[in-house]
Structure formats: C-alpha cells, structure tokens
C-alpha cells in the first residue's frame, strides 16, 4: 500500500481518521495532526476501552501504513521487544567452521542474518514507514521505559556487537497506558500527550450511528443513555465502546425497538462481564426500566 502523505492541517487530519472509521475529539485529532508533522511519539493514557488503542489503527489505516504492535507485559524484556540472538543458527555456524576455529567465525555469527528482530527493531528496521503501537507501557517497569528512551528520542538502536541501527524513515509511535501507574518524566517528556475518557454523550451516539447505521435514532440514545448509567456505578469493569457498539448489533439482531427491563436482562451480558457487576447492574440500572407491559 502506498505511503500517505502527512496531513496538511488538523482538519485534514480528523477526516482522514474518519474516513478510517474513528470518529476523533480536537485534542485527539490534532496529537495525531502533530505526531506526524513534527515526528514525535503520542502517549495516550485513559481507562480502558475508551479508544487508546484503535487510535493507533486508524492511524495505520489513515496514512496507508503497517502497524507493529508491541503488547507489554509484567516481566517484558528486550529479547522479546527489542532483539535477540539465533543461538541455534550460530551454533550450527560455529560447527560449519570445522577446523577453521573460533578466530575464523566469532565475527560471522553476529550479523544481521543471526538477528531475531522482534516488534521494535521491526519498527525501526523497515525500509517502509509504519506505525507502531507500545500497547499498555504501564503494565512494564520502569527499567524498559529506560530502555525506552532511546527509540523515542533518536529512532534508533544500538546492538554492542553490530552498532547503531537507524530509522530509515521515520515511524509514528504511539504508547497506551491505563494508567495503572505513574510513568517516568524521562518517559513523558519525549512524547506529545493525550488523556482519552469515555465520549459524551452526543460523539457516542456519533460512534455508534458509524458502526450501527441501521439502529434507529432514538434506540440509540437509549442505548448510550443506558451505557452511561451503567458506566457510573463502580463496577470491575465499565462498559468500553466497543462493547456499546456490541450491544447496538446485537439489538439489530434480537430485533428489538426499545430497552426495557426483560430486553436489558437478556442482553446485559454484552456490556457486563463481571459476576458481582452483573448483579449490581441488574439492580441499579435493570430495575429503572420499564417491564414490557409498562412501556409506553
């Protein structure tokens, strides 16, 4: 797929996302308008499933190029970020070499064709621009956002044994966090920010229209009204937007033309995935609404 060229302006930049099926706020579209016009990272932090994530996506799709995806982990290490070693490739060298010893194949058995790139050397390493995505950096520690920092302020690697490794085109970089913890300053300082929350209520019913056109209107503002409702009780886990946008099909489905309390129970399970929250919800939410015979 052809490069995109960089937007000229914000506006440019929000209907490129748009078109890209995600529908950004201003301070969404214009991070992403600046990542690509002054080549820094995005750091998007924000609950989770309000969007951090497939931002990075419709970035992808939007300027036509390949997403990488890093999805950090507790324990994440550089050999599974960054590189490491065939050490049964260079085995088998070092026994080719025979006679020849080690003088002769020590330099061989460290070059690039030895090398396991993995999500952040690919990222630099393409000869392709492309988007790369460092999802929930929170959930490492602090010694790999340090390892970090040399990425996001020069683009480049440096592997003791082959040197400096460079970007031949510059990446946009874009990091998610759900804020589970505070990230280093070091961190924070080498990249442009955006603090995503759930929609209001108005971009929501937006988000859902794009993805359910057929959902009525006022089924749709039912339906976001009661996600919101069900978002203000301290449950486990709240309702993302993709999960509001399951629900919307799923009422496609089941052929429904309102939320009443028998629709909402047999479908709850859409947009409530926790035991105790799909009791707390079913008595808070689930009782406000009308029982068919009383609708209308």
């Given at each position: ?14 209907e ?5 099926s ?35 996506k ?90 970090l ?103 496609l ?31 808070r939410?689930?009782m ?9």
């Amino acid at each position: 797929m052809a490069e995109a060229q960089a937007p000229a302006s914000v506006a440019e930049t929000k209907e490129a996302l748009a078109a890209a099926s995600y529908l950004a706020d201003e301070p969404a579209a214009l991070v992403s308008f600046l990542a690509q016009r002054l080549g820094k990272p995005i750091l998007v932090e924000g609950p989770a499933g309000v969007g951090k994530t497939e931002l990075a996506k419709a970035l992808s799709r939007a300027s036509g190029r390949e997403l990488i995806r890093l999805q950090c982990y507790e324990g994440l290490d550089e050999a599974k970020a960054l590189y490491e070693w065939n050490y049964r490739k260079q085995l088998l060298r070092i026994q080719a070499g025979g006679e020849s010893g080690w003088e002769e194949v020590h330099g061989d058995i460290f070059g690039e064709e030895f090398l396991l790139a993995r999500p952040l050397m690919q990222a630099i390493a393409s000869a392709e621009p492309v988007v790369l995505l460092i999802d929930e950096i929170d959930k490492t520690d602090q010694e790999f956002e340090a390892m970090l920092l040399e990425l996001l302020s020069d683009f480049q690697i440096t592997i003791p044994e082959l040197g400096q490794v460079s970007a031949s085109s510059m990446p946009i970089v874009v990091l998610t966090s759900n804020n589970s913890r505070e990230l280093t300053e070091a961190l924070k300082r080498r990249c442009l920010y955006l603090w995503l929350d759930y929609p209001e209520l108005e971009r929501e019913m937006a988000i859902v229209r794009l993805h359910a056109p057929d959902l009525p209107e006022s089924l749709t503002r039912r339906l976001v009204e009661v996600v919101r409702m069900v978002r203000a009780l301290d449950l486990k886990k709240p309702p993302s937007i993709a999960e509001t946008i399951d629900w919307a099909r799923t009422l496609l489905l089941m052929g429904s033309e309102d939320i009443d309390r028998e629709t909402f129970e047999q479908s709850m399970s859409i947009i409530v995935k926790h035991r105790t929250d799909i009791d707390l919800v079913a008595e808070r939410v689930g009782m406000k609404l009308s029982a068919p015979a009383e609708a209308g």
